[in-house]
């Protein structure tokens, strides 16, 4: 459950409007690396955590003030845009060359589809989506991503700030920024506690690591002639999981598999020049008798003894 407050959590209030930035604005609040999608990735991790306390608790706290930051970008551009274009404007444009050049480069959606209003979109126009967003329920390995989300955010942001000399657009920014210096390090202080909980034995994510192949996991393959990148820590130094030291190779084939593809189903009319055997006819009847065929076989490795 949620509540709202009229207040914003800071001002949003620019000096005067501008339609032009405010295309360029959008970018922080529905691009990739924006407000909106820092707000559903904490929202859906919070709702997804398995471990109630302060972990599920915090997530909830970051994803619940990101809303409120969405909203202050919202009222932000609302403002920008106020007056963009009316008649005046329009009247102004048409006997100035220049002023119409400039007012040119607005977002034509904010005048037509949301009425002066913010998008959830970017500075493009794109709509935002939920393939933006990280959220698989191990707690690491979000946080990690969290980090570099707000590192982005953090980036865009400070770009965007250098875009306007508006005094009222640079005090709200200003906090922003803070705020996403504060969430980085919230973020990695939430992987040195995950470790400190015995949540995580490591820094890095490496389960199922018992059966990984061990070898391939000290290896930097470099395919580039006269590369000095095996120079780096990451060729030179050891590795975070088990001490052993890594070492430089050249990236080349370790099988004899060529890739060749089994011959397909002469109904789906794929171009096949007859290399792999005559074609195999398939139907959804050879789907279901192969998934019966796999059952089949794992129940026979379950109830066989080890030898």
Known sequence: MYRHVRELQFTSKPEKPDALFAMKFQEILGGQFGEMTVMMQYLWQGWSCRVPGK???????????????????????????????????????????????????????????SGGNAMPTNSQGVPWNTGYIVASGNLLTDFRSNAAAEGQSRLMTSRI?????????????AFNLARD????QQWLLGIEQLQMDGFTDGVIEHSN???ENADAAHVFYTSTPGSRAGEGLWATSNSLIDGQPFRTEPLEPLTDDTGLLPPPDPKQFVTYDGSQGPAKPGDARGAYAQGAQNVVGKLKDALTPDN
């Open 55 to 113: 972990y599920k608790d915090m997530i909830m706290d970051i994803g619940t003030e990101e809303i409120g930051h969405v909203e202050m970008l919202t009222v932000m551009l609302a403002r920008l845009l106020e007056g963009a274009p009316g008649e005046t404007t329009e009247k102004a444009a048409a006997a100035n060359p220049v002023l119409a050049a400039v007012l040119g480069g607005q977002n034509p959606q904010h005048a037509i589809v």
């Open 161 to 173: 700030a250098n875009m306007t000399d508006d005094r009222g657009v640079k005090d709200m920014l």
């Open 181 to 184: 210096t504060y969430h980085q």
């Open 209 to 211: 690591g018992e059966w």
